[in-house]
């Protein structure tokens, strides 16, 4: 292990049960009373998977398919008002909908990736231009670098150059782009299926954060990092596949293992209130019997079970999670193996 990083692990001290679990099908779900009741806000026949949701400056929230359904209700949704109505965005030469992932670029425009290619909008999504994507690639992820590039994931990185039509092939081909994020810096950061990459050229060139784990005192680096996040605080939030959540703190080269692992090792996604307060997708393992929110209010000592989803019986996972500036929850649900 590099000498540069090092781990620390944290032990969780409790975990309470306040939950509410229910049977349903690949919707959008939101509660405004902090979990105590929770509404199917955007459902319908032949919906598909969510496997990205997202909220932007101006409060819309965008919801996209990642198309593993067929039917007319595929697409991209947005809505202004906290859920209550939603909207078809009606984006030309798209093709086959099939969405994986949001971004935003420095202005506030936002961006939105996947099978049916790379588009963004700069009007709250009323209207969408296309970007075209790299040749024979399957944007999985995307991010904008501080100076404009854009980057995206799929069997290793892309850079695309501001006011450039030029795709270049940076690294890491050889592993799974899970996720891309950029801290307050401009910093960017990759989640692979071995650990934590990171940027600091606005993607060009990539180094290892060493983010790994103990097993039975042997360390392990080829860690599955499923997604990233980054608090108010320029933390860096890493939800992994085996060994729950971990943080590399602001101007700090050592990742914190958080005793959350010990009981749930899964973790899909983690997300922030403006309060601070911490929202992840766990489950048990193995094999996996249910999906959980649920929620820290001091930096992840203690959790609370928000909401559960059978998902032994109901193949459903929580894919993302966003809350707005109101502390409305907003989770999206896919497949668990999504």
């Not at 919707?27 to 949701?53: E, M, P, R, S």
């Not at 932007?56 to 991209?76: D, I, M, Q, R, T």
């Not at 909207?87 to 936002?110: L, P, Q, V, Y």
């Not at 990092?225 to 700090?252: H, M, P, Q």
């Amino acid at each position: 292990m590099n000498a540069k990083f090092k781990l620390i692990k944290i032990v969780v001290v409790a975990i309470l049960f306040f939950t509410v679990t229910i049977k349903c099908q690949y919707n959008i779900l939101l509660t405004t009373n902090g979990g105590k009741t929770w509404v199917n806000c955007l459902k319908g026949n032949n919906l598909g998977v969510f496997d990205a949701l997202t909220i932007n400056k101006s409060g819309y929230v965008f919801a996209a398919n990642a198309g593993y359904s067929s039917g007319e209700h595929l697409g991209l949704y947005r809505s202004s008002d906290s859920g209550k109505l939603w909207t078809i965005c009606r984006i030309k030469d798209a093709g086959n909908i099939d969405f994986r992932a949001f971004s935003f670029d420095s202005k506030g425009n936002i961006y939105v990736a996947g099978g049916s290619g790379i588009f963004f909008s700069k009007d709250n999504g009323s209207t969408w231009i296309k970007i075209e994507k790299p040749k024979n690639i399957f944007p999985q992820v995307i991010a904008i670098s501080k100076n404009g590039n854009i980057i995206a994931g799929s069997d290793g990185i892309y850079v695309k150059k501001n006011n450039s039509d030029i795709w270049r092939k940076v690294g890491l081909g050889n592993l799974n782009i899970n996720d891309i994020k950029k801290d307050l810096n401009g910093i960017l950061y990759a989640a692979t299926n071995k650990g934590v990459y990171l940027s600091k050229d606005n993607g060009y060139s990539w180094k290892d954060t060493y983010l790994g784990h103990y097993v039975n005192g042997v360390w392990l680096n080829d860690l599955w990092v499923n997604s990233l996040t980054v608090d108010k605080r320029n933390n860096v939030w890493a939800a992994t596949e085996e060994a729950g959540i971990f943080c590399l703190k602001n101007n700090y080269t050592q990742w914190t293992q958080n005793g959350i692992a010990n009981n749930f090792k899964i973790v899909r996604c983690i997300s922030f209130d403006n309060n601070g307060n911490i929202f992840i997708s766990a489950a048990n393992c193995c094999p996996v019997e249910s999906f959980f929110l649920l929620k820290s209010s001091d930096n992840g000592k203690s959790w609370i079970k928000l909401y559960s989803i059978d998902s032994k019986h109901n193949s459903t996972a929580i894919s993302k999670i966003s809350v707005n500036k109101d502390g409305y929850i907003f989770i999206g649900l896919t497949a668990v193996g999504g």
